[in-house]
């Protein structure tokens, strides 16, 4: 488990549910906490919050297990009302009392008043921990100049090929978890393939997805991992018995190409 600067814990490996069928979406998240995932992140973009909270409701595993996490969608005009509006419409689709994480998506719109919403949200008990995504420092700085509550979280895209190892040093020298979204880099670009990640992993008798998601745990991220294979999704967590060497962990840290493969962000 991770501390956050809040007091709140979240599990050190997470699901991510960005995943638009809403039947592939439930079967997923139940087969994910089956496996034993206990961070379940989806968003009210994905179109699949009904579908997520309908596997959370339907699973046997007690809702204060798990951690729960989705996202404001918000634009240039998201506001403090709107910002709560549409929580508590991400809430009802959800079918839940209250959700353990929830990040403004996106750097847009009015983003004080936006964390001004978070914080109340979080002050009514609806939300235990809040937090950001694609927040680079600068913006993570505007949001702490009229903050109350400093961010628990920053959700940020962390993979082999752009690690935002500087963005990471940030978060963790302020108290603000860094979370890897595209973890696995989607398998773009050859990843599983790359023959410093395979050699790493066959020394370490794992998967390239197994070494990968090990070096953001090791570099003091949450990873996310995402799949719709069974067996994937059972492998992906399963990176608590072995560790990387310092060694390892810079031969990965240099196949950073310094470029975003979703340049919208």
Request: net charge negative.
């Amino acid at each position: 488990m991770v501390k956050l600067n809040d007091g709140q814990t979240m599990p050190a490996i997470g699901f991510g549910a960005m995943i638009y069928s809403a039947a592939a979406a439930k079967r997923a998240v139940a087969t994910a906490l089956t496996s034993g995932y206990r961070l379940i992140d989806t968003a009210e973009t994905y179109g699949n919050e009904a579908a997520v909270g309908s596997a959370i409701n339907e699973s046997s595993v007690p809702r204060d297990q798990i951690f729960l996490t989705t996202k404001l969608w918000p634009n240039s005009r998201t506001n403090y009302k709107s910002t709560t509006r549409q929580f508590k419409q991400s809430l009802r689709r959800l079918g839940q009392d209250y959700v353990d994480l929830y990040l403004i998506h996106e750097p847009y719109g009015d983003i004080n008043e936006e964390w001004r919403a978070l914080e109340d949200l979080q002050a009514a008990g609806l939300v235990k921990s809040i937090g950001v995504s694609n927040f680079n420092a600068q913006q993570l700085e505007q949001v702490m100049t009229t903050a109350k509550v400093t961010p628990a979280v920053d959700q940020i895209e962390s993979h082999p090929w752009y690690n935002e190892n500087e963005l990471v040093s940030y978060c963790r020298e302020h108290g603000i978890v860094p979370e890897a979204w595209s973890a696995l880099a989607e398998g773009r670009n050859n990843i599983f393939h790359q023959p410093i990640l395979t050699a790493i992993a066959q020394r370490h008798g794992k998967s390239v997805a197994q070494v990968i998601l090990r070096w953001d745990v090791q570099r003091g991220l949450v990873p996310l991992a995402k799949s719709e294979n069974p067996a994937r999704i059972a492998e992906n967590q399963d990176i608590f018995d072995f560790s990387l060497t310092a060694d390892e962990i810079e031969q990965i840290n240099q196949l950073d190409t310094g470029v975003s493969l979703y340049p919208g962000y």
